[in-house]
């Protein structure tokens, strides 16, 4: 592996492009450490840490750093989310790849640590609405959103500077932009459309298909679908401005 750089899959470089140049950054839940290797070895950042809560990953992780001749630069630590990581080693955090919730929990387990970085990069595998919210009500600022379509998936992310990093902006988002993402709706982002699109579609068709059968389980479906589908069609709206 020697002599050839590190290349990452569509999720993965999206997220590795969200990472400011010149930053110490840590992985969170590194794995193969394959973002660490790539930012080291394309001279992003001068420094990394790959962290994991389990040795599995983390012997792989080392393995890999061997092979790529990064372990001056690379720190790896074994870490329940970031722990181990003191307040001003790193600048920047990506945690990606695992559910809203533990996404959350790491954010306000290490609070300290997490106000300390310059910004946050995150991907969270679901409850994505509930992470903006519980970003805004913390008082992080979005600087980017993006959303990539890989192997028929959805990855939405963004990146976003920790509270206590100047100040935060006052961000009044709607349920719409909330459930969608306000910087991917002004931006007019395509493969949030085509999420839109199929969200449409498949509500449609479910509402269509219930309302052939009879029972109050049915027609309170049908209500859940239908406020779902009005946030859907209010976003597709952005796309006709």
């Known amino acids: 592996m020697l ?29 193969h450490a394959y973002i660490p290797i790539y930012l080291i070895e394309h001279k992003i950042c001068p420094k990394a840490f790959a962290m994991d809560i389990n040795q599995g990953p983390l012997l792989r992780a080392k ?27 790193a600048q920047a955090a990506i945690i990606a790849g695992m559910g809203g919730g533990l996404v959350m929990k790491i954010l306000t ?3 300290k640590v997490t106000c300390s970085l310059k910004e946050c990069i995150l991907q969270p595998q679901s409850e994505i609405a509930k992470v903006r919210m ?31 990093c100047g100040e935060s902006q006052s961000q009044n988002w709607t349920e719409t932009q909330i459930r969608y993402g306000k910087l991917l709706l002004e931006q007019k982002n395509p493969v949030l459309k085509l999420f839109l699109e199929k969200e449409i ?13 009879a029972g109050n389980h049915a027609e309170q479906r049908i209500k859940e679908l239908y406020k779902d589908l009005k946030f859907a069609k209010e976003g597709m709206e952005y796309y006709d401005l």
């Open 201 to 213: 579609a498949v509500k449609e068709e479910i509402i269509r298909k219930l309302q052939k059968q």
């Open 109 to 111: 387990d290490s609070w």
């Open 3 to 31: 002599g050839e750089k590190m290349e990452l899959s569509k999720r993965l470089q999206a997220v590795a492009d969200f990472v400011t140049a010149g930053y110490i950054t840590a992985d969170i839940g590194t794995d």
């Open 134 to 164: 519980f970003l805004l009500e913390k008082g992080f600022t979005f600087l980017k959103e993006e959303m990539i379509l890989e192997d028929g998936k959805f990855y939405p992310m963004m990146k976003v500077i920790p509270p206590s």
């Open 63 to 89: 393995e890999h750093v061997a092979e790529c001749g990064c372990q001056e630069q690379i720190t790896l630590r074994l870490s329940d989310g970031m722990k181990a990581l003191e307040e001003g080693e």
